[in-house]
C-alpha cells in the first residue's frame, strides 16, 4: 500500500491555491510516497524543489482504501515564492469549491476543510497558524529567533518539527494531554540517565488540548553496533528498576493485547500460537522494567564516542525487559545481540524463549497501532472500514508470526 498525498498550496492572504487546469476541471500536484515513509519532510523538500516558500500544516483527511492511503496537505504560502512549475496556476479557494474536480478525493477533502476563509480541520493542529506560534514560542524559550522549521509529523493533534537557532537545532513536539506523558516519562528517564536521552528546554500546557514540548538535539547518528545498543538498553533498564520505574509510565497490559489478538485470529491456527507465547512471556521470571515498544533503529543514537542515546519514548511502559530488545531486533532484522543482552545483566538473564517474546512484541506493537487508529476514526483523522482494517491487520499478524520461526538461534544466540 503506498500513500498518495494530495497538496493543498495555500496563499493565505489571496484565498487562492495552486492546482493545474483540465478544461473545467481542477487538479491539486500528487505526491506518492511508501506506506510507513515520513511525508512531512518530504514534501517539505518537494516545495522548496518547485519555489514554494513556506510551512507544511497539515496531513489531514484521511482516507484508506483497498491499495492506497489519501492525504490532503495543506501548506501556507510565505511570501516571495517563485513558483517554477508552469503546470500550476493560482485559482481562488472559493473556485476549487464551485468547480468540479479531477479527483473525487479531492473534491470531498477540500470540501471538508474549507468550511471558513481558510482550510482547517477539528484539532489544536489544524489550521495554518500554528507554524508561526511555534516559532514564536521556541525563539522566546531559546533567546533566539528560529531560522527554519522542519516538519516530521503534521496531523491536526499532533505535531514534531525541527528547528534551527542561533545555539543550533532543537526540537518540538506538540502533543494532545493523553499524549503527553512522553514529555514527563523523559525527563525522568533523564533524571536517572541523563547522557541516554533529551534534555528538556521548557513545556506549556496551552490550553487548548494540548501541550508544547522543547528539548535539545541528542548528538549521533541512526545505526550503529547493535551489541552496543544491547548493552546500553540493559543498563538503563536496570538504572531504572534500582532507582525505582518512573510512576508517569503506565503498565503495559498484557492480557488485554492477547486477548484482543485471540480475537482477532478468532478460528485461525495462529490464535492458539499467539496465546500460548503471549502466556509464556506473562509467567517468564524476568525483571519488569523500562520497555519502549517503538524502538525503531531510527529511534536510537549513537555519537563518535559510542555513547547510546534513546529518543521518541512515546509508546514507554512497565513490563517484561526483554519484550524492548526483541522489538529492536525484529525491526533491525537482526538477533545477534540477544545473548550480549542477557549477559549485560546482573545476575545475567537465562533460559528466555526469543521465540516468544518476539511474537508478544509484535501482538504489542499491532494493538498500540490499532488503538491509535481507532483514535484516529473517533476524531474524523482518518476514514476507513473498520472491518477492513481488522483484515489487514490480521493479515499482519499471521505472516509475523510465520516469520517468527522457533529456530536455535533466537533463544539466545548461544552460538554467538
Known amino acids: 500500500m503506498h500513500q498518495t498525498l494530495h497538496l493543498l498550496i495555500v496563499d493565505r492572504d489571496r484565498r487562492a491555491a495552486l492546482a493545474a487546469s483540465y478544461g473545467s476541471k481542477w487538479l491539486l500536484p500528487l505526491a506518492t510516497f511508501g506506506e510507513r515513509a515520513r511525508t512531512a519532510p518530504l514534501i517539505a523538500r518537494w516545495c522548496a524543489e518547485r519555489g514554494v516558500t513556506g510551512d507544511v500544516a497539515g496531513q489531514w483527511s484521511g482516507r484508506v482504501t483497498s491499495n492506497a492511503i489519501d492525504w490532503l496537505v495543506a501548506i501556507a504560502v510565505r511570501r516571495g515564492s517563485a513558483i517554477t512549475d508552469s503546470g500550476l496556476q493560482w485559482a481562488s479557494l472559493d473556485a476549487l469549491l464551485s468547480a468540479p474536480a479531477v479527483l473525487d478525493y479531492q473534491q470531498w477533502a477540500v470540501a471538508a476543510v474549507l468550511t471558513g476563509e481558510l482550510p482547517s480541520v477539528v484539532g489544536p493542529f489544524g489550521n495554518l497558524s500554528w507554524p508561526d506560534e511555534v516559532r514564536s514560542w521556541i525563539g522566546r524559550a531559546v533567546g533566539s529567533p528560529v531560522?527554519?522549521?522542519?516538519?516530521?509529523?503534521?496531523?491536526?493533534?499532533?505535531?514534531?518539527?525541527?528547528?534551527?537557532?542561533?545555539?543550533?537545532?532543537?526540537?518540538?513536539?506538540?502533543?494532545?494531554?493523553?499524549?503527553?506523558?512522553?514529555?514527563?516519562?523523559?525527563?525522568?528517564?533523564?533524571?536517572?540517565?541523563?547522557?541516554?536521552?533529551?534534555?528538556?528546554?521548557?513545556?506549556?500546557?496551552?490550553?487548548?488540548?494540548?501541550?508544547?514540548?522543547?528539548?535539545?538535539?541528542?548528538?549521533?547518528?541512526?545505526?550503529?553496533?547493535?551489541?552496543?545498543?544491547?548493552?546500553?538498553?540493559?543498563?538503563?533498564?536496570?538504572?531504572?528498576l534500582a532507582a525505582g520505574v518512573p510512576p508517569e509510565s503506565p503498565r503495559l497490559d498484557l492480557d488485554a493485547?492477547?486477548?484482543?489478538?485471540?480475537?482477532?485470529?478468532?478460528?485461525?491456527?495462529?490464535?492458539?500460537?499467539?496465546?500460548?507465547?503471549?502466556?509464556?512471556?506473562?509467567?517468564?521470571?524476568?525483571?519488569?522494567?523500562?520497555?519502549?515498544?517503538?524502538?525503531?533503529?531510527t529511534n536510537v543514537l549513537i555519537d563518535d564516542d559510542e555513547r547510546?542515546?534513546?529518543?521518541?519514548?512515546?509508546?514507554?511502559?512497565?513490563?517484561?525487559?526483554?519484550?524492548?530488545?526483541?522489538?529492536?531486533?525484529?525491526?533491525?532484522?537482526?538477533?545477534?545481540?540477544?545473548?550480549?543482552?542477557?549477559?549485560?545483566?546482573?545476575?545475567?538473564?537465562?533460559?528466555?524463549?526469543?521465540?516468544?517474546?518476539?511474537?508478544?512484541?509484535?501482538?504489542?506493537?499491532?494493538?498500540?497501532?490499532?488503538?491509535?487508529?481507532?483514535?484516529?476514526?473517533?476524531?474524523?483523522?482518518?476514514?476507513?472500514?473498520?472491518?477492513?482494517?481488522?483484515?489487514?491487520?490480521?493479515?499482519?499478524?499471521?505472516?509475523?508470526?510465520?516469520?517468527?520461526?522457533?529456530?536455535?538461534?533466537?533463544?539466545?544466540?548461544?552460538?554467538?
Open 147 to 240: 531560522t527554519s522549521l522542519t516538519p516530521y509529523r503534521v496531523g491536526a493533534h499532533e505535531v514534531v518539527v525541527g528547528a534551527d537557532c542561533a545555539g543550533g537545532r532543537v526540537y518540538c513536539k506538540g502533543l494532545t494531554q493523553e499524549r503527553a506523558a512522553e514529555a514527563r516519562v523523559t525527563q525522568a528517564l533523564a533524571a536517572i540517565e541523563p547522557e541516554s536521552f533529551a534534555r528538556t528546554l521548557a513545556s506549556k500546557d496551552r490550553g487548548d488540548g494540548s501541550v508544547w514540548w522543547l528539548t535539545a538535539a541528542c548528538p549521533g547518528r541512526p545505526g550503529g553496533d547493535v551489541h552496543r545498543i544491547a548493552q546500553a538498553l540493559a543498563r538503563i533498564q536496570q538504572r531504572v
Open 308 to 416: 547510546v542515546r534513546f529518543i521518541d519514548v512515546d509508546d514507554s511502559f512497565v513490563g517484561p525487559a526483554p519484550l524492548a530488545m526483541a522489538t529492536l531486533a525484529m525491526r533491525r532484522d537482526d538477533r545477534t545481540p540477544y545473548r550480549t543482552y542477557e549477559r549485560s545483566w546482573s545476575p545475567p538473564l537465562v533460559d528466555l524463549d526469543w521465540v516468544a517474546f518476539e511474537t508478544t512484541a509484535t501482538v504489542v506493537q499491532l494493538w498500540l497501532g490499532w488503538q491509535r487508529l481507532e483514535r484516529h476514526i473517533a476524531r474524523g483523522d482518518v476514514f476507513v472500514d473498520r472491518d477492513f482494517a481488522a483484515a489487514r491487520i490480521r493479515d499482519r499478524v499471521v505472516k509475523a508470526i510465520d516469520h517468527i520461526s522457533p529456530c536455535p538461534a533466537r533463544r539466545g544466540d548461544r552460538g554467538v
Open 257 to 297: 493485547a492477547a486477548q484482543w489478538a485471540s480475537a482477532l485470529l478468532l478460528d485461525s491456527p495462529s490464535g492458539d500460537v499467539v496465546h500460548r507465547r503471549c502466556a509464556c512471556v506473562m509467567r517468564a521470571d524476568v525483571p519488569s522494567s523500562w520497555i519502549p515498544m517503538d524502538l525503531d533503529p
